[in-house]
């Protein structure tokens, strides 16, 4: 395994595979911010066999303890994805490996049916929704304020942290490093709510030209039933006032969490994310 050290090696790593003309299959969607901080690490490692590429990366909790290792692949089939997981047996006796599967139910089957076949195991399903703005809504929505929330400031980078590793799943929900926090901070991309001088909730977004991410929404308990979810979410959609659409991604079976964003507008999707784990 060698160190991956530029977002142009990772280009040229996902070209080798291309330019063999022998078909692609891959879980690893090059997003450059996000992956360069992960190259900042020293933990994003690869290797390269045949005709198909190996990424690594190592998450560690906020004490610096090592949980596991997300693994993505990029080769010409299946078969050959299967064949360098048979190969590598050295690499998976210690650590737990996560890999997800993104896409739409019938292209994302074989597989997942591949990596159970080799005992890998299937966590959790993600799936994705959608909402479109209407015009009528967009004159509300332009109009709104709520002095309760606010951006995020850099002070609130390490409590931003610690309540996103305690309320959500790290294996299964891809929690953001404290970098691209400090970073999100920085692009304005984290809401806050704020109630007697204490953090109630908090909500982070991805924005570009067309459409507005939801990636983190949190009530903390204790604030609950004081409409400080409606009022980060409100205040997501005025950040994204200029968008039409807005996405987010649910786990399948959260049946009460689906129903509270289809109050909101949004709809299920054929996007899938399976997130399987495999240790050898």
């Not at 409100?234 to 968008?243: A, H, I, L, P, V």
Request: aromatic residues 12%; charged residues 25%.
């Amino acid at each position: 395994m060698d160190k991956i050290t530029s977002i142009t090696q990772l280009r040229e790593l996902i070209n080798y595979v291309r330019n063999l003309h022998q078909g692609y299959v891959t879980n690893f969607y090059l997003d450059e911010t996000k992956h360069a901080t992960w190259i900042e690490t020293g933990e994003f490692l690869y290797d390269k066999y045949e005709d198909t590429v190996s990424l690594l990366f190592d998450h560690y909790s906020p004490d610096n303890k090592k949980y596991f290792t997300n693994l993505f692949y990029i080769s010409t089939s299946i078969e050959s994805v299967i064949k360098n997981l048979k190969i590598y047996p050295e690499m998976f006796i210690y650590d737990l490996y996560i890999l997800d599967i993104v896409g739409k139910e019938a292209m994302c089957e074989p597989m997942v049916n591949a990596l159970k076949a080799i005992h890998a195991h299937h966590d959790a399903t993600l799936v994705r929704m959608n909402r479109i703005s209407e015009d009528k809504e967009l004159l509300v929505i332009r109009g709104y304020q709520d002095k309760r929330v606010v951006y995020a400031d850099e002070t609130d980078a390490k409590l931003i942290e610690e309540l996103l590793h305690a309320n959500f799943d790290e294996k299964l929900e891809q929690l953001p490093l404290h970098k691209e926090i400090t970073q999100m901070i920085a692009e304005k991309h984290i809401l806050k709510c704020v109630v007697d001088g204490k953090m109630a909730g908090l909500l982070l977004f991805e924005l570009n030209a067309t459409t507005l991410y939801l990636r983190y929404w949190l009530t903390l308990p204790e604030f609950r039933n004081q409409g400080i979810g409606g009022a980060l979410l409100k205040r997501f959609f005025y950040e994204g006032r200029n968008t039409k659409r807005q996405i987010l991604w649910v786990m399948q079976n959260n049946a009460n969490a689906i129903a509270r964003y289809e109050h909101y507008g949004f709809v299920k999707e054929n996007m899938y994310d399976y997130i399987l784990s495999y240790c050898g």
